[in-house]
C-alpha cells in the first residue's frame, strides 16, 4: 500500500483498531538522531525487540514525523525508555513547535553520535541496518551498539488507554 493509497478519513475498522491499541499498554521511549540530517527526537510507543544475537531493536516512525527523514538520513538512533518523572519531557517530544526540546535535560553523545538521555531508565544507542515502509509508517531494524542501563532501582512509564501510567517495583 502507498502513502497516496491511504485515506485522510479513518475507516470505521481503521477506528475500532486504534481503540483496540490504545489497551495495549506500551513503554514510553524518546528516540533520537544526530548525523548529517542534525539533531532531532520524538516520542515513540512502537518498540520492541527483535533478537538478542545481534542485538537489534524494531522501531516505527510514522513517516509523516518531522523528523522521520532525519533518522533515515542519519542512519542513527538511540531508544531513550523513560520513566515516570519524564512525562512532560514526553509531551514536548511528542509535538515539534520549534523549541529546543534537548535544552531541558541533560543529554550526551552516545557511540553512534545519538543523544542519549543522561537519566533514562535504560538508553539503547543503535545503528539503523534495515527499513521497510508498511502503510504510514516506517519500520527500523536497529542494531544495539551499546546499552546503558541506569543505576539503582528503575520505574517504567507506560501508555495505556490514552494516559500516561507509571511503573513501580514492589
Known amino acids: 500500500m502507498t502513502q497516496d493509497a491511504i485515506s485522510p478519513t479513518p475507516t470505521p475498522e481503521a477506528l475500532a483498531f486504534r481503540n483496540g491499541m490504545s489497551r495495549l499498554g506500551a513503554a514510553v521511549n524518546i528516540v533520537t538522531t544526530d548525523g548529517p540530517a542534525g539533531r532531532h527526537g520524538l516520542t515513540v510507543s512502537a518498540v520492541c525487540s527483535v ?3 545481534p542485538p537489534t531493536l524494531l ?14 538520513k542519519n542512519g542513527a538512533i538511540c531508544v531513550n525508555v523513560l520513566s515516570p518523572a519524564h512525562q512532560d519531557l514526553s509531551r514536548a517530544f511528542a509535538r515539534w513547535t520549534g523549541e529546543d526540546r534537548f535544552a531541558t535535560t541533560d543529554w550526551h553523545r552516545g557511540t553512534t553520535g545519538a543523544p542519549v538521555l543522561g537519566d533514562a531508565a535504560v538508553a539503547f544507542d543503535c545503528r539503523i541496518v534495515d527499513q521497510q515502509s508498511r502503510g504510514t509508517h516506517t519500520v527500523f531494524f536497529c542494531e544495539v551498539i551499546t546499552t546503558d542501563v541506569a543505576q539503582g532501582q528503575a520505574n517504567g512509564l507506560v501508555w495505556f488507554d490514552r494516559a500516561f501510567h507509571p511503573l513501580e517495583p514492589h
Not at 64 to 71: G, W
Open 59 to 72: 522501531v516505527c516512525i510514522n513517516r509523516k514525523a518531522f523528523s522521520h527523514d532525519a533518522f533515515v
Open 51 to 53: 533478537t538478542d544475537q
